[in-house]
């Protein structure tokens, strides 16, 4: 079975040099905000450019606390996009906001920022954008919305660390960025982990306090935090992989070119946004959409294909694993059934949660391993479809 993506590989190759990282940390005694993760949240703010980052339990945590750390709560508004997964609009609801979604460009599977400026009411406080499968927002135009209407801008990096938009890192175009050491990332850990990161000194010093049960000095708890801190042990053994992160994204990213180069000539088959070219029978065309100096980390290798569950099916038969992320986009989700959104309301998230499959991807995957999953999806795609104009 060719898989997604393999977790352990990672470790195979370093075991040395985590094993010991691991060990020290247990010699040490020191196992909650010791000197890994201070250490690993310098060096991810400057492996990102930007000032600071504090090192919590999660992704998910990092987005809540980055809300918190904002004072966006009930009443507020936080546009964001449907196509992500649930973690971002449960930050949302955790904090006591309202999600308001707004549609997405086929092309690029991001929020569309030319539908932003109409979501905005006077409750709005904030966009929450997500990289999703590591494919850079067009963040020039959210900002630029954000700064005309006063607005915060928190960004989902869960699935981005290392991706890039006009040479910047993401997470750093915005009030704050949101990571995640989940891992299946970019940069998996051994467990959970996240990470918020912010040039802002005094959003990093709310979400250290709000980690750390709402108190700057130990006992004296100026309001409701939580307990939500990175592991020494997984910021060790993070520190190990950050060495690697980039040699990772550039794998990554050649696997993507291989692919992209085995099914730009095919049909019936729509590759990602950075050899993008035309809209797969999507009920919009988007004239005049230009490619703006992209740095996708390709998390995800994602094409929107007809006929999905029979090409999955075939695939799996022949021991390939494919996944749908995600079925379902979160507006139609029975947990924001509350919000009130129809099916056909949010067509461009509807239509990708239809078509989209995520094919293998991870640093590590062979090339035989490569040239199998082409063979076989250029094969099923002849076969499903002998007639395509
Ligand atoms: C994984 C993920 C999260 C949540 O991260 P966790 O570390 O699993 O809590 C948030 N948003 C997106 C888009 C993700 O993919």
Same mark, same amino acid.
């Given at each position: 079975?060719?898989? !997604?993506?393999?977790?352990?590989?990672?470790?195979?190759?370093?075991?040395?040099?985590?094993?010991?990282?691991?060990?020290?940390?247990?010699?040490?005694?020191?196992?909650?905000?010791?000197? &890994?993760?201070?250490?690993?949240?310098?060096?991810?703010?400057?492996?990102?450019?930007?000032?600071?980052?504090?090192?919590?339990?999660?992704?998910?945590?990092?987005?809540?606390?980055?809300?918190?750390?904002?004072?966006?709560?009930?009443?507020?508004?936080?546009?964001?996009?449907?196509?992500?997964?649930?973690?971002?609009?449960?930050?949302?609801?955790?904090?006591?906001?309202?999600?308001?979604?707004?549609? %997405? &460009?086929?092309?690029?599977?991001?929020?569309?920022?030319?539908?932003?400026?109409?979501? %905005?009411?006077?409750?709005?406080?904030?966009?929450?954008?997500?990289?999703?499968?590591?494919?850079?927002?067009?963040?020039?135009?959210?900002?630029?919305?954000?700064?005309?209407?006063?607005?915060?801008?928190?960004?989902?990096?869960?699935?981005?660390?290392?991706?890039?938009?006009?040479?910047?890192?993401?997470?750093?175009?915005?009030?704050?960025?949101?990571?995640?050491?989940?891992?299946?990332?970019?940069?998996?850990?051994?467990?959970?982990?996240?990470?918020? %990161?912010?040039?802002?000194?005094?959003?990093?010093?709310?979400?250290?306090?709000?980690?750390?049960?709402?108190?700057?000095?130990?006992?004296?708890?100026?309001?409701?935090?939580?307990?939500?801190?990175?592991?020494?042990?997984?910021?060790?053994?993070?520190?190990?992989?950050?060495?690697?992160?980039?040699?990772?994204?550039?794998?990554?990213?050649?696997?993507?070119?291989?692919?992209?180069?085995?099914?730009?000539?095919?049909?019936?088959?729509?590759?990602?946004?950075?050899?993008?070219?035309?809209?797969?029978?999507?009920?919009?065309?988007?004239?005049?959409?230009?490619?703006?100096?992209?740095?996708?980390?390709?998390?995800?290798?994602?094409?929107?294909?007809?006929?999905?569950?029979?090409?999955?099916?075939?695939?799996?038969?022949?021991?390939?694993?494919?996944?749908?992320?995600?079925?379902?986009?979160?507006?139609?989700?029975?947990?924001?059934? &509350? !919000?009130?959104?129809?099916?056909?309301? !949010?067509?461009?998230?509807?239509?990708?949660?239809?078509?989209?499959?995520?094919?293998?991807?991870?640093?590590?995957?062979?090339?035989?391993?490569?040239?199998?999953?082409? &063979?076989?999806?250029?094969?099923?795609?002849?076969?499903?479809?002998?007639?395509?104009?």
């Amino acid at each position: 079975m060719i898989q !997604l993506c393999d977790v352990s590989e990672q470790y195979r190759q370093l075991k040395d040099e985590i094993d010991a990282a691991m060990q020290a940390v247990a010699e040490s005694g020191m196992y909650i905000l010791g000197p &890994n993760v201070k250490a690993l949240e310098a060096e991810i703010a400057a492996y990102c450019g930007c000032a600071h980052g504090v090192g919590v339990n999660s992704g998910t945590d990092a987005l809540h606390l980055a809300l918190r750390a904002l004072r966006i709560g009930p009443g507020d508004e936080v546009i964001t996009t449907p196509f992500t997964f649930v973690a971002t609009t449960e930050a949302i609801g955790m904090v006591g906001a309202k999600p308001v979604f707004v549609d %997405i &460009n086929p092309a690029t599977f991001n929020i569309d920022p030319t539908l932003i400026e109409a979501a %905005i009411t006077p409750q709005t406080k904030a966009i929450l954008p997500v990289h999703i499968y590591g494919q850079p927002c067009e963040m020039s135009e959210i900002m630029d919305i954000a700064q005309r209407h006063g607005l915060r801008v928190i960004e989902d990096c869960a699935q981005a660390l290392g991706s890039s938009y006009q040479g910047k890192k993401v997470g750093t175009f915005g009030d704050v960025g949101c990571l995640s050491f989940f891992p299946s990332k970019n940069m998996g850990a051994f467990g959970d982990g996240g990470m918020v %990161i912010t040039d802002n000194a005094e959003i990093a010093e709310r979400v250290d306090i709000l980690r750390r049960h709402g108190g700057k000095v130990k006992y004296h708890h100026s309001e409701l935090g939580l307990n939500s801190r990175l592991d020494e042990l997984q910021a060790a053994i993070l520190r190990v992989k950050l060495h690697h992160l980039d040699r990772w994204i550039t794998e990554r990213r050649r696997r993507a070119q291989s692919y992209n180069a085995a099914f730009l000539p095919l049909t019936g088959i729509q590759t990602p946004h950075e050899c993008y070219r035309g809209a797969l029978r999507c009920p919009t065309v988007f004239a005049g959409f230009a490619v703006q100096d992209l740095y996708a980390s390709y998390h995800q290798y994602t094409v929107l294909v007809e006929g999905r569950a029979a090409i999955q099916q075939r695939l799996k038969e022949m021991g390939i694993q494919t996944m749908i992320y995600y079925p379902v986009p979160l507006h139609l989700q029975e947990v924001h059934e &509350n !919000l009130g959104w129809q099916k056909g309301s !949010l067509p461009h998230a509807e239509w990708v949660a239809d078509h989209c499959l995520s094919l293998p991807i991870y640093p590590e995957m062979r090339a035989d391993q490569q040239t199998t999953v082409i &063979n076989a999806l250029a094969a099923v795609l002849t076969d499903t479809q002998p007639l395509a104009a």
